[in-house]
């Protein structure tokens, strides 16, 4: 982009009126470059600082996206871990009442009292196992969709970045 620069030379013809004239038209472009030099000096220096922070702020997106995976893995091997469990305890509830059922068919009260104190017992673990399962669920859910919002911040972070640097 170019801009005219008009001066106003009033000069006689004479060496003395010349050297104003070609002295005044220096100071004049000299003020201009200053002002111009400075101009950009500030504009570049702002959309420096555009530009780090915008750095910064995705940086920041970035790593909370991977705490938030991070948090979001954890989560979910924890629900599977409850789910496992809660299929390893329906197994024992089946041995249990297989168990209790046979020492009621062979009429050995020991036995009977014995096995249906397993059966209490797993019935229990599975209780706080089942318990356990949805809080772990919920606990996956919400770190899916902690996952996802920090995802979407760090786009807009990005495309923010982007911006800063073509400005």
Same mark, same amino acid.
């Given at each position: 982009?170019?801009?005219?620069?008009?001066?106003?030379?009033?000069?006689?013809?004479?060496?003395?009126? $010349?050297?104003?004239? @070609? %002295?005044?038209? =220096?100071?004049? $472009?000299?003020? !201009?470059?200053?002002?111009?030099?400075?101009?950009?000096?500030?504009? $570049?220096?702002?959309?420096?600082?555009?530009? &780090?922070?915008?750095?910064?702020?995705?940086? &920041?997106?970035?790593? @909370?996206? @991977?705490? @938030?995976?991070?948090?979001?893995?954890?989560?979910?091997?924890?629900?599977?871990?409850?789910?496992?469990?809660? =299929?390893?305890?329906?197994?024992?509830?089946?041995? !249990? =009442?297989? &168990?209790?059922?046979?020492?009621? %068919?062979?009429? %050995? *009260?020991?036995?009977? *009292?014995?096995?249906? &104190?397993?059966?209490? #017992?797993?019935? %229990?673990?599975?209780?706080?196992?089942?318990?356990?399962?949805? #809080?772990? !669920? =919920?606990?996956?859910?919400?770190?899916?969709?902690?996952?996802?919002?920090?995802?979407?911040?760090?786009?807009?972070?990005? #495309?923010?970045?982007?911006?800063?640097?073509?400005?």
């Amino acid at each position: 982009m170019s801009v005219p620069i008009t001066l106003k030379v009033a000069a006689q013809a004479d060496n003395r009126s $010349f050297k104003q004239a @070609a %002295d005044q038209a =220096e100071r004049v $472009f000299a003020d !201009a470059g200053k002002a111009a030099s400075g101009s950009f000096a500030k504009s $570049f220096g702002q959309g420096s600082k555009e530009v &780090k922070q915008a750095v910064s702020q995705y940086a &920041k997106a970035y790593d @909370a996206v @991977a705490d @938030a995976t991070g948090k979001a893995t954890v989560a979910e091997k924890q629900r599977q871990q409850a789910v496992q469990k809660s =299929e390893q305890l329906a197994k024992q509830a089946a041995a !249990a =009442e297989k &168990k209790l059922q046979s020492a009621r %068919d062979a009429g %050995d *009260t020991k036995a009977v *009292t014995s096995a249906e &104190k397993e059966l209490e #017992r797993v019935r %229990d673990q599975q209780a706080r196992t089942t318990t356990q399962v949805v #809080r772990s !669920a =919920e606990a996956a859910s919400r770190a899916r969709r902690q996952e996802q919002r920090e995802t979407r911040e760090a786009v807009q972070a990005y #495309r923010e970045l982007q911006n800063a640097q073509v400005r």
